[in-house]
């Protein structure tokens, strides 16, 4: 009894809890209604009402709420919040855990400085220690200046451990505000890109410096909005219209990925797909006429599975993720609707860095391949195509995952070779009936090979037209190749789904190579 009556009046002082909510209120309400309201007004939602809509429901849990700045110069003491601009934590997407960072532009600009930074590298130390896929949401007006070599510090520590993560567990940034100078190379240095239009800017020197340094005058969406970086620059990989629609990408991108390196992306129940029974009227045999290769990836796939990435950059590429059979698997491919679906400085660039993101984690490639040739031009050329190119070659040959490779029509020269061919590393290689396979093509072969007969039939072009027949004939259908072992077996277009399945099943078992590699950006 005496026992229960000295637990009953071991009352705590009610200060003590006064305190604590006083301190979450001041965290949560961040810089204060006013600028929340003028956050609003710019169709821009608040921190944490991002992560609301990131995060499966009730899932989140914030990790360095109270943590403030410690510099008092400038006033800085007496705008002291709670969290200093940026929310840090865990919870749950698709029922998987995932880490987060959401810059608070309420708080002194979302501007980073000694405690924003150190929260943001505690965030990515523990991805990296429990192996799980990190988000981060950019809304900032840069380094704090008030702040100094500080703020540069804390760059530094959240670029290093970008890069000790690359590789080892997915990377997304969401531009949905201003990032500017240092704070760009983040992103940069992540797997994926996403921005929102409008809203979303990012360059290394603003408009006025432009303007101060070179005397162009431009804007901030011509220079660094999302239109700009989705088909010019590459920088990033997916737009769209607002903060909402942007989040539920990311959550749709995370489905297809696996938590870390040294696991597999989550099998999905797979509605099945009929449609390969049309392929013969989706691609013609006549080379010069196009198509539309997303078209005929979605015929192959689980139904309204392929989701594209880089979708505006370099659109003679086609790169992406879909299911088979429930199963995640990144298509590359071709476009012969942009260029021919040759193979440029741009195209290279994108479609290396998806093949070594797919490597990276484990998750296998199938290749579509319908090109003409690397793009010729001066333009090309001086633009580095040899360099860029080779990053194809490299990124394929030092492949590991699973590697099915469909040569649907063209395969020429340099680009037949770059496009996973067999003795690149490809472990399967199939070809369509209609399945060009040669150094170049018919009619340019025939006029150097029968350059003399030709110019002795002079204008009689049928001379020429029996040469590029008996050509093809003889050097370029696909049983040439397979004859050689350099194609596995020559399919009809209806068989391709069953045919990828069936070699992706039994590669699942492959061994990878020992070594491992980041996603470095190209």
């Known amino acids: 009894m005496r026992h229960m009556r000295a637990l009953v009046n071991n009352v705590w002082d009610s200060t003590y809890l006064e305190r604590l909510e006083g301190c979450r209120a001041r965290a949560l309400a961040g810089g204060g209604q006013e600028r929340i309201d003028a956050q609003h007004r710019k169709n821009k939602l608040t921190a944490r009402e991002r992560l609301e809509i990131l995060f499966d429901p009730q899932s989140f849990t914030e990790v360095g709420a109270l943590v403030e700045s410690r510099i008092d110069d400038f006033g800085a003491d007496k705008k002291r919040v709670p969290g200093d601009g940026v929310v840090t934590g865990y919870g749950k997407i698709n029922g998987r855990l995932v880490f987060a960072s959401s810059e608070d532009f309420t708080v002194f600009g979302g501007t980073l400085g000694e405690a924003h930074s150190m929260k943001i590298c505690r965030m990515l130390d523990m991805a990296l220690e429990m192996r799980a896929p990190v988000v981060m949401l950019n809304d900032s007006g840069g380094a704090r200046i008030e702040e100094g070599i500080c703020a540069l510090a804390g760059y530094a520590g959240i670029f290093r451990r970008n890069t000790a993560a690359s590789g080892i567990i997915p990377q997304i940034a969401v531009i949905m505000g201003p990032c500017a100078g240092g704070a760009c190379y983040s992103p940069a240095i992540c797997d994926f890109v996403f921005m929102v239009r409008q ?303 069936a070699a992706l099943e039994m590669l699942k078992g492959k061994r990878r190579a020992a070594c491992t590699h980041g996603n470095i950006p190209l």
């Open 199 to 501: 809203t979303g800017m990012m360059f290394i020197t603003g408009p006025q410096v432009v303007r101060a340094v070179t005397g162009q005058r431009i804007d901030q969406q011509e220079l660094g909005g999302a239109d700009m970086h989705t088909r010019r620059s590459g920088a990033v990989h997916f737009a769209y219209d607002d903060d909402r629609s942007c989040l539920l990408a990311v959550r749709k991108l995370l489905a297809y990925l696996p938590q870390n390196s040294g696991e597999s992306a989550p099998v999905m129940e797979g509605e099945p797909n009929d449609l390969c029974r049309g392929l013969q009227q989706m691609v013609s045999d006549n080379q010069r006429k196009c198509y539309d290769v997303k078209a005929v990836i979605g015929a192959m796939v689980d139904k309204h599975s392929f989701f594209e990435v880089h979708k505006e950059f370099a659109p003679n590429a086609v790169t992406g993720f879909a299911r088979l059979n429930g199963d995640t698997v990144g298509f590359a491919a071709n476009q012969p609707n942009c260029l021919g679906g040759s193979l440029d400085v741009n195209a290279s660039d994108k479609l290396a860095r998806f093949v070594r993101f797919c490597d990276a984690f484990h998750i296998p490639i199938v290749t579509l391949v319908d090109v003409p040739g690397y793009m010729p031009g001066s333009e090309q050329e001086q633009g580095g195509i040899i360099r860029h190119g080779a990053k194809v070659l490299y990124a394929y040959a030092e492949a590991s995952v699973p590697k099915v490779t469909v040569i649907l029509r063209k395969a020429y020269g340099g680009a037949y070779i770059a496009m996973n061919s067999k003795e690149l590393g490809a472990d399967i290689v199939y070809a369509w009936p209609i399945a060009e396979i040669a150094v170049m093509g018919a009619e340019g072969a025939v006029d150097i090979i029968f350059r003399k007969q030709i110019a002795a039939a002079g204008d009689d072009s049928e001379v020429r037209d029996q040469h590029i027949q008996a050509y093809k004939e003889k050097f370029m259908n696909p049983y040439i190749a397979a004859a050689r072992g350099f194609v596995d077996e020559v399919i009809r277009p209806e068989e391709t789904r069953e045919k990828l399945a």
